[in-house]
């Protein structure tokens, strides 16, 4: 769960003020409700008291908050189970994202966070003409301010330029230096694959899942 972009929001009428503020209200009302079916809590934006009936017995349901800044980092590390983020690369994890919402976990006496890092990924013979493809689906992405950050955060021009493209040891190599460098999950997203890639890239994802 995350906030979403501020034009989208409020293109259907919600308010984007006090984002983190909203989030972190947010928060303390669903965990609670998640985690024991019950929650009294009073804001200054949002306040709930009920009680769910919840089937027996639980099971935990973690909550991944989608996290850039440094403000949802410490919220994702402090009241959720840890982040979901996407056009992030090696720099942002590195210097960044994982050690922002570690500290924040652990300040606050919680297990180390899940980080679920989702990139479009395609095994190709032909790098160049799938990163032109990448960029001409992405475009809109680049036009979004938090990606623009993440964009000048990791140097690249472009969420495109993030893509893991190349052949399958390329790929197998740069998604398993994100595991080294934190990630704990990942989700490959497709873009205008050829057939060929389509069968080699879901082909090789399927041998790192397994």
Not at 113 to 130: E, G, K, M, N
Request: hydrophobic residues 40%.
């Amino acid at each position: 769960m995350g906030l979403s972009h501020r034009d989208w929001m409020e293109s259907l009428g919600y308010s984007y003020a006090r984002p983190a503020e909203f989030m972190r209200e947010y928060l303390s009302i669903l965990v609670p409700l998640l985690d024991s079916g019950e929650v009294d809590f009073c804001g200054k934006i949002l306040s709930c008291t009920t009680r769910l009936g919840l089937p027996e017995p639980r099971r935990p349901i973690p909550v991944l908050l989608g996290a850039l800044g440094p403000r949802m980092l410490e919220l994702a590390g402090r009241l959720a189970a840890g982040t979901s983020a996407v056009w992030v690369g090696p720099r942002i994890l590195r210097e960044h994202l994982v050690p922002a919402i570690r500290r924040a976990a652990e300040a606050a006496g919680r297990p180390p966070p899940r980080i679920v890092v989702t990139l479009p990924v395609c095994v190709s013979s032909d790098s160049a003409a799938a990163a032109e493809r990448a960029r001409r689906d992405f475009a809109e992405r680049g036009q979004l301010p938090s990606y623009r950050r993440n964009c000048e955060r990791e140097g690249v021009d472009s969420p495109a330029a993030m893509s893991i493209i190349g052949g399958e040891a390329e790929v197998e190599d740069r998604i398993r230096e994100l595991e080294r460098l934190g990630a704990t999950d990942f989700g490959a997203s497709s873009f205008d694959w050829t057939p060929e890639e389509e069968a080699r890239t879901r082909g090789l994802l399927r041998r790192l899942a397994g």
